[in-house]
């Protein structure tokens, strides 16, 4: 595996293992996502703001033995278009169905990160009768405030980011803290808050949740807090709660087996 020194080649590799576990690179209408795996059920993998389809890659080799998997680079992420203004939620939500129209799939298992289980809720909600299944990964679009801000200008505040989302003992090369501050003058999360998100909180929705429904955190997380994903877990009739211990924002990069447990429990 070829050595990593910029954000640039950490993104490549991550997509490259994509590829190499079989999974194919395709594109509609400027939404570029990957499909490939066994299995009847689908299983959408939905990555959370200023990702991209890539942070699935060590857990997609596992899943692609039991299901079809769809991993999309949502609107403005990763290869997707567009590269430039603001952000709509809806227009996540809109691309997502598109490809899994694309697809031709009825009915979806849909596992979303941070802002993508909160996309994961609002296809949900709009299209009840195609989710078999709801796995909510470290949020879910609740008008909570967040343990941390998720834009840097300096280094001094790049690197409580970066604990909050990796752990508060994990250590970053240089090029992960100047990729931080320089992503932060453009970055998703902006234009997605330049579009509006605060139309598309949930709170009050979540009773409307009538899926199988498992609530997935981190216990190291410092960007979704445990009093959220309480609130979220009480919100849905009937959801599972799963923890992961040694994982902070991202379990299914932190701790892709253990994840992929939470996934299992209930298939």
Known sequence: MAEITSHADF?????????????TRKSLDGTVYWTGGEGERT???IHGV??????????????????RLIIPDLPGHGESEPKTGALDMQHLVDRLAAVLDAEH??????????????????????????VAE????????????LGVSLVASTRDEAVPILQAVHGPNAQFPDWAIDALIMRSSDSPMLRLLAGG????????????????????????????????????????????????DDAAH??????????????????
């Open 11 to 23: 993104i490549a590799q991550s997509r490259s293992m994509l590829a190499e576990a079989g999974l």
């Open 197 to 244: 998100m605060a139309p598309y909180f949930i709170d009050d929705r979540l009773a409307g949740i009538r899926v199988p429904t498992t609530v997935i955190w981190g216990a190291n997380d410092g960007v979704v807090t445990r009093a959220y994903i309480e609130q979220l877990h009480a919100g849905i009739a009937g959801a599972r709660l799963c923890i992961i």
């Open 105 to 130: 799939v009825d009915r979806v298992t849909l596992a979303g990160n941070s802002m993508g289980a909160w996309i994961s809720i609002l296809y949900t909600l709009a299209h009840p009768e195609r």
């Open 250 to 267: 991202i379990p299914h990069a932190q701790q892709p087996e253990r994840f992929i447990a939470c996934l299992q429990a209930t298939s």
């Open 50 to 67: 200023n990702d991209h389809a890539g942070t699935w890659s060590l857990a997609a080799p596992a899943l692609m033995r039991t299901h």
């Open 134 to 145: 709801l796995f909510l990964e470290s949020g879910g679009g609740l008008a909570i405030p």
């Open 43 to 45: 299983l959408a993998l």
